[in-house]
């Protein structure tokens, strides 16, 4: 996260997190598993977030990090292992901002009905400072969250959006989807 980041977010009188989406860019959309089968990768990452966690622990501008995120692993024991990793690497220099964990996106080799009870989170994750957040992305409905992405059959359509007396409004200039776009609850 640069500098400039967090004065931005300073003078609005919030406070940023630092979050790393597909780590090290080692994974994308789901593909590539080179963080998980790759021990040095894990210790590379584990490495970053040190890093990172020392150059911002005396910043009252930065509220916490997340771990990493967007994850597809083989098994959830993977994920635990390396989220407990980051957590100790995190809090050897920064005991001050919180953690946030995301929970696995999906697991490649296939889930039971204890993982699924819950929510693909890890278990047993130890934080000496007791500041770990559990957090999770919602991607529904689908229209709006991938708006315009590549890789989906929304590309070339932009959302709109209910406003507070519900009519809709539109985000951008781009075509908007056709109605009715489903309700977020």
Known sequence: MARPNIAAAKKQGIRSSQH???????????????????????????????????????????????????????????????????????????????IFVERAIWLKNGTTAEIEQNLYFPQGLKDPSGQLVYEFHLYDPMPFSHQNASWTSYKGSYAVWPDKTGSRRKINDGPVLPTPIPPLL
């Open 20 to 98: 790393a989406l597909s780590p090290g860019r080692y994974q994308s959309i789901g593909q590539g598993d080179a963080l998980w089968n790759n021990p040095a990768n894990q210790k590379r990452l584990g490495a970053l977030w040190k890093e990172i966690a020392r150059r911002y622990a005396g910043e009252s501008g930065v509220l916490g990090s997340a771990s990493s995120t967007s994850r597809s692993v083989s098994g959830m024991k993977q994920w635990e292992t390396l989220a407990q990793n980051l957590i100790d690497s995190i809090r050897s220099v920064n005991q001050r901002h919180l």
